[in-house]
């Protein structure tokens, strides 16, 4: 089983839809969450950690269910700019700060 | 803003040659990582350092490959004798020390293509 597994997408959504990613890891160890936006053949770049209260950032809501390994991110009235690759990214307590990336769901906003 | 930068952006090296990658991290940063993304594959951990030595390494990191602080700013990953299956985006990252959920600043990365 994957550690970090994410449908591959891509969503092709229009401007102004509202989109949501899931995202489910196996390692129980799993201590922080994160998603981080990648556009092509760039690097990775923090969108925003995953509280387990759940935690929100202007168009950008994720959540975190921790009983059933289970993260997602909602994007709110897509922008063009918002099309990129979104990975979902864990660390493991006692993992020396290393993450683990999942595969990353690909969304293509279009006019 | 600070931020991380590698060097070269493309590093094209025939099989069986050493390359050298280089990587200038933040500079008030006390971690320092390598990961790598082959091509439509997902970015994967390669190593971690900290206080001059390696805190953990993945299965990837064999023998072939290494890591070195050589002096306070430069943060370099060599590979000793290349593989055609080394051929991937390599980048480089750095974060503070202290919170759990610090955040993990990547750099550009290098493509290295192993012809």
Redesign the interface.
């Known amino acids: 089983r994957k550690e970090v597994e994410q449908d591959p997408g891509p969503f092709n959504v229009p401007e102004g839809a509202t989109v949501a990613f899931n995202c489910t890891y196996s390692n129980s160890a799993s201590q922080s969450f994160f998603w981080y936006r990648q556009d092509c053949r760039k690097e990775p770049k923090l969108l925003m950690s995953v509280y387990s209260s759940g935690n929100e950032d202007g168009r950008f809501t994720a959540q975190l269910n921790r009983a059933s390994q289970y993260i997602s991110l909602l994007i709110r009235d897509s922008k063009l700019s918002d099309s990129a690759t979104y990975l979902c990214v864990v660390r493991v307590s006692g993992g020396y700060n290393k993450l683990i990336f999942g595969a990353g769901t690909r969304l293509a906003v279009h006019p | 803003e600070p931020e991380v930068t590698q060097t070269p952006s493309h590093q094209v090296t025939q099989m069986g040659q050493e390359v050298i990658l280089r990587c200038v991290p933040i500079s008030n940063h006390l971690?320092f990582?390598w990961?790598r993304q082959i091509l439509g594959?997902?970015?994967?951990?390669l190593v971690?350092f900290?206080n001059n030595e390696i805190?953990?390494k993945?299965e990837i990191f064999d023998d072939q490959f290494s890591v070195e602080r050589p002096d306070g700013s430069n943060f370099t990953l060599k590979i000793r004798s290349t593989k055609l299956e080394d051929s991937a985006?390599y980048?480089c990252a750095s974060?503070r020390p202290g919170e759990?959920?610090?955040?993990?600043f990547?750099?550009?990365?290098t493509?290295l293509t192993v012809l």
Do not use: H, I
């Open positions: 971690y990582y990961y594959q997902k970015v994967e951990f971690s900290y805190s953990e993945s985006m980048f974060s759990a959920n610090n955040e993990q990547f750099g550009p990365g493509r």
